[in-house]
């Protein structure tokens, strides 16, 4: 479990984080959203004690990051996949890992062909693409099998095959009770990976909740009506008081109506339609009315 307490962080007189408290449960994978500037890095470099805050602190499984001795084998992170030295070959850079945390030199091996890196354990990294380096340096965050993992922006950089594989092994590893915490720009990717949510702006917490109720809370769904006859449709449905709009896409949209009102009254009036259908704003739309909304 990761606890953030009355985080803040000030750099003079900006404020890069405020007062921000949240806990990240484990047993699921929970998504850090925010616009650009809105503190997230900075978050998570505090919680890896590469940053002091200004006040707050934050708790990993009861302690500060400092305490741990071997922390490799208590949590995994990836803030920069590019900082390893480029002279270094893959399976070195793992393995003096290993050596300075107490890691045994067969998790090398393990976790090398785990990233899909096995074929490429002896070449040296500044030959490599910027997906491998991601692979690489998520390589190195699970090299001491920790409970906790703090990964920033982990697709960047990955193919479609390597994304579905590290949204299947982040998803397992949490349903195996680790803490999972990953920040990413990537709505669509975080819709289909995380079931809890952390949002900020401006350094400030702005919902902790679940994905499913974080679009439902800042979006509306619609009924949508594709038709040849809108006029006619109109009629009908203002008639019951339901009132519709332009979807934007040619069709017709009633918003908070029952669509089996609405086929109902279709084919009481005759009216001509070739879909019904109830629409839902994805996690990006109800992202961008959140985040703009408190802008």
Avoid at 31 to 48: E, I, V, Y
Avoid at 151 to 179: F, H, M, S
Avoid at 196 to 213: C, F, K, P
Avoid at 223 to 230: D, K, N, S, Y
């Amino acid at each position: 479990m990761i606890e953030v307490e009355g985080l803040t962080k000030q750099y003079g007189r900006t404020v890069a984080v405020d007062d921000l408290s949240f806990r990240v449960e484990p047993g699921r994978v929970t998504g850090f959203l925010g616009p650009n500037g809105a503190g997230k890095s900075t978050t998570m470099r505090m919680m890896l004690d590469l940053d002091r805050p200004s006040a707050g602190r934050v708790l990993i499984d009861g302690r500060p990051y400092r305490s741990f001795t071997a922390p490799l084998r208590h949590v995994g992170a990836l803030l920069e996949a590019r900082s390893v030295h480029g002279g270094r070959r893959a399976h070195h850079h793992l393995r003096w890992l290993a050596h300075t945390s107490g890691v045994p030199s067969a998790r090398v091996d393990e976790v090398l062909e785990l990233a899909g890196l096995a074929g490429v354990r002896r070449k040296r990294v500044k030959g490599f693409s910027l997906g491998m380096h991601q692979r690489l340096a998520l390589a190195a965050a699970l090299l001491g099998d920790p409970p906790v993992l703090l990964l920033d922006e982990p697709v960047n950089g990955l193919d479609p095959e390597g994304i579905v594989w590290l949204r299947t092994l982040l998803k397992d590893l949490a349903a195996r009770g680790r803490t999972v915490f990953v920040s990413s720009h990537l709505m669509s990717e975080m819709a289909l990976t995380a079931e809890h949510l952390v949002v900020i702006s401006r350094g400030r917490l702005l919902a902790d909740t679940t994905v499913e109720r974080f679009i439902a809370e800042n979006s509306r769904s619609y009924v949508r009506i594709a038709t040849p006859e809108p006029s006619r449709l109109r009629e009908a449905l203002a008639a019951e008081g339901i009132q519709v709009t332009d979807s934007g896409d040619g069709a017709l949209a009633a918003a908070g109506a029952d669509p089996a009102r609405v086929g109902e009254l279709v084919a009481a009036h005759g009216v001509v339609v070739h879909e019904i259908a109830v629409r839902s704003a994805s996690l990006e739309e109800a992202f961008v009315r959140m985040t703009g909304d408190a802008s």
